[in-house]
């Protein structure tokens, strides 16, 4: 496995994955397309051994001077409960890590998705609210911090 930086040539595969992952709360073709061109960091991680095929992505925007947004995280579901998500946040936080002025990474995470909130809590976010009806599909979500 290993990581690189999104390009506009994975717009079409990244789209597939978030429409069959995030149903009708997935992210437009046009928001994927903004994210690439715009985004702090929007990082692939690739089966190189077998296909190079995308096995998940992550996107991280600076949305303050002293914060960084993560808005997204996907493991392609054959992929998922292997430690892929681990490694790809863990490369992810180290890269924010290195960035200067950074003190806090907020999330908005789906109070139902257990798996999801046990990995960010293993890299130690914290929930801090609950935010009622945050979904497009009226689901509940929880807001998580990390301190740096």
């Known amino acids: 496995m290993r990581i690189n930086a999104v390009s506009l040539k994975d717009l079409d595969e990244i789209f597939r994955l978030e429409s069959n992952t995030f149903k009708k709360d997935a992210f437009s073709k046009t928001s994927i397309l903004n994210l690439i ?63 200067n002025n950074i003190e806090v990474i907020v999330l908005n995470v789906n109070s139902k998705n257990e798996v999801a909130i046990f990995l960010y809590q293993k890299f130690g976010f914290r929930i801090v609210q609950k935010i009622e009806n945050y979904y497009r599909q009226k689901k509940n979500a929880y807001l998580m911090i990390l301190k740096i």
């Open 37 to 99: 061109l715009k985004n702090t960091l929007f990082l692939k991680l690739i089966d190189n051994e077998t296909s190079n095929k995308i096995v998940g992505f992550i996107i991280v925007i600076q949305d303050r001077e002293d914060r960084i947004n993560l808005i997204n995280l996907l493991i392609r579901k054959q992929y998922q409960n292997k430690g892929y998500g681990s490694y790809l946040l863990k490369y992810t936080l180290n890269k924010i890590k290195e960035m």
